[in-house]
C-alpha cells in the first residue's frame, strides 16, 4: 500500500548573512575568522535576550566566508525569530559600528544553494 507523507515543518532553519563593518579599511582589530563570527552571532544574542536568553539559542556555522566576512548559519525553527531579531538590532561589535545584513532564509539548506534574484541567464 503506498502512503504519501509530507513533512510541513522543519526542524532547522538556515540563514546566509554577511557582517558589514562601517570602516572596511581599518575594520577589526583582528582578523574576523569563523570563530570571531560565531562570537559576533552569540554576543548579539546575548546582548537582547541577556546570558540565559542568548546562552539557550543553540546557532551553528555550517560555512563561513572571510573575503566577504558572509556565512550559512542553522538554528532549530522555533528559535528563528530570535535569532533574526538579535542580528537585525547589533550595531556594534569589538566597539566598531557594524550591521548583520540577512540575504536568504530557508527551511532547507538547498534552498540556499540557488538566490532568484541574482541568477542570471546566459
Not at 39 to 63: E, P, S, Y
Amino acid at each position: 500500500m503506498y502512503e504519501r507523507r509530507v513533512i510541513t515543518k522543519s526542524e532547522f532553519h538556515y540563514m546566509r548573512v554577511s557582517l558589514d563593518v562601517q570602516n572596511p579599511a581599518k575594520a577589526l582589530p583582528v582578523e574576523l575568522t569563523n570563530v570571531y563570527f560565531k562570537q559576533a552571532v552569540t554576543a548579539a544574542l546575548t546582548r537582547l535576550f541577556g546570558d540565559i536568553g542568548g546562552a539557550m539559542v543553540a546557532v551553528d556555522v555550517l560555512k563561513y566566508n572571510e573575503g566577504d566576512r558572509s556565512a550559512i548559519l542553522r538554528v532549530h525553527s522555533h528559535n528563528l525569530v530570535k535569532l533574526w531579531s538579535a542580528l537585525t538590532l547589533t550595531d556594534r561589535y569589538m566597539s566598531r559600528k557594524c550591521a548583520f545584513r540577512v540575504h536568504q532564509v530557508s527551511p532547507y539548506l538547498m534552498g540556499l544553494a540557488v538566490n532568484s534574484r541574482e541568477y542570471e541567464h546566459t
